[in-house]
């Protein structure tokens, strides 16, 4: 039965799937640097940003604090996936001639997901410092400090020790959301993966995109753990 | 008690009021600090003690009065009732001469021992960080902790925080130290520590203002106790008279167990 020819069979069946596979992983491979795109530059825009939006959150001003619950209230409570829609027609179709902005697709895609995880991210920043207590505030005013050097020397750093299981969750579900770039065409992994399924009728690619998406995530998981470490040489 | 030479005035708390909502917590505090003076402020929790030292320095913003510190004016109230601090960088100033140690301590935790000493002089004064550091290692070694430097606040027990908080106060060099409560946190053992850097500190001149609870130090290091309840001073003294005979009978009251 396995006799020379059946050998060779066998050997070069191997060699044809771990070169497919090769070949499969190369193509994931750009749609998994679209996703980092993504995930890289939502992050870079969504963190700054989450942090005025908690100013905004926390301002006694009522001409401030009233539209920004609104915002932060319409980005948590609808579907990313319908804001993305939202951000890439409505500029061109809901306004008026003239006045037709053709925005880019992956343009639009930063700015829906940077204005949505700002959102989430600001009520995680606010939930941090409205637990810092109010006698740290007041030891640094009676020492003198200005309020911008109380917020980043004393009260920020303690913050982020507070929020850090918080933001990593938020950062792990921004890995995973990439995914719904694909409705708006973005060629990012899972669109490439399901693609390729399509294509030659196997579920193989979706299965290798679930291990890029569990590998990205691996990554921001130890990473977080390494800030986690940095930060336990003191404890609160 | 201890005896004090000079007598220029260093705090001058006229008729102040302040209210929490409907809540009248000062009635018209009046009094004065001299130069060099341990100033003692007891009475009942609610009496308005703490409200004082915090509109002071500026925690609270009054509703009447004014305040003078060495001679220049923080806040005062016109005749219309209107209070008006000074400006900005005039408080910024006045802030820098006064110095507080809180009953909860109120350390960074995530500064070590000696950054939370050097943090203020290096941020708001800017000098070398050499000679910061050096100071802080002397502050440190006159509270008794120079082998704490780098150990973090959550390693300390409440003694030790209290006199790292003192050591923190003093590195910017107030001419008023002010102390609201700072034992009371405190076991009895703890408690003794903190004392005695607060009676070394009596004994350097230190211009202070205590409320405490703890009526033998008020007795022994004060040169004059100051008794609050209901938002007024009832009585003020010398420890001699307020502890053995005092005037008003809340006093009396108040100081039962002491006389």
């Known amino acids: ?236 | 008690m201890i005896l004090k030479g000079d007598k220029m005035v260093m705090l001058e708390v006229n008729n102040l009021f302040k209210n929490f909502d409907t809540n009248e917590v000062l009635s018209g505090v009046s009094f004065q600090v001299k130069k060099g003076e341990v100033v003692a402020i007891i009475g009942p929790s609610g009496s308005g003690k703490s409200t004082v030292l915090r509109c002071i320095n500026l925690l609270e913003k009054i509703d009447g009065g004014s305040i003078y510190v060495e001679g220049d004016m923080m806040v005062k109230t016109g005749n219309n009732g209107k209070v008006s601090y000074a400006p900005e960088n005039e408080l910024r100033k006045i802030r820098l001469r006064l110095g507080m140690v809180f009953q909860s301590f109120n350390l960074f935790p995530h500064f070590s021992v000696l950054q939370n000493i050097t943090e203020a002089p290096l941020r708001i004064t800017k000098k070398e960080k050499i000679t910061v550091k050096e100071n802080a290692m002397e502050l440190l070694e006159k509270v008794g902790l120079t082998d704490k430097a780098e150990a973090y606040p959550y390693q300390l027990s409440g003694g030790q925080c209290q006199r790292v908080a003192i050591a923190r106060a003093l590195a910017m060099e107030p001419d008023i130290l002010f102390f609201d409560e700072p034992t009371s946190a405190l076991d009895p053992e703890l408690t003794a520590e903190v004392l005695k850097v607060m009676r070394d500190l009596a004994l350097e001149d230190m211009t202070m203002v205590v409320v405490t609870h703890e009526m033998s130090f008020a007795r022994e290091v004060a040169n004059r106790v100051i008794f609050m309840d209901k938002g007024f001073i009832i009585e003020e003294g010398e420890p001699e008279n307020i502890f053995t005979n005092p005037c008003n009978e809340r006093t009396r009251e108040f100081l039962k167990g002491y006389i």
Do not use: C, H
Not at chain 1, 72 to 98: A, D, E, N
Not at chain 1, 175 to 190: H, N, P, Q, R, Y
């Open chain 1, 1 to 236: 039965m396995f006799g020379n020819a059946g050998w060779n069979e066998l050997l070069e069946a191997q060699k044809f799937y771990w070169t497919d596979l090769l070949r499969l992983i190369k193509l994931l491979s750009t749609g998994a640097v679209t996703a980092l795109e993504i995930f890289i530059l939502t992050l870079i825009f969504s963190l700054p940003l989450g942090l005025l939006v908690a100013f905004g959150r926390m301002s006694k001003r009522k001409w401030i604090k009233k539209p920004i619950k609104i915002y932060i209230l319409i980005m948590r409570g609808t579907p990313l996936l319908l804001q993305l829609w939202f951000v890439y027609y409505v500029p061109y179709f809901m306004m008026p001639k003239g006045m037709k902005i053709n925005l880019d697709r992956f343009a639009a895609t930063i700015i829906a997901f940077s204005l949505n995880y700002a959102a989430y991210f600001a009520e995680i920043y606010r939930g941090g410092i409205e637990s810092i207590s109010q006698g740290q505030y007041e030891a640094a005013a009676v020492l003198g400090f200005t309020r911008i050097q109380t917020f980043f020397r004393i009260i920020l750093p303690q913050v982020i020790k507070r929020i850090l299981p918080a933001i990593t969750n938020e950062v792990i579900t921004l890995v995973k959301d990439t995914a719904l770039a694909m409705s708006l065409g973005i060629s990012e992994l899972f669109r490439v993966a399901k693609n390729e399924a399509t294509r030659v009728f196997s579920t193989t690619p979706l299965f290798i995109a679930g291990i890029f998406y569990l590998a990205m995530n691996w990554i921001v998981t130890k990473i977080f753990d390494k800030f986690e470490k940095k930060l336990s040489y003191y404890k609160d």
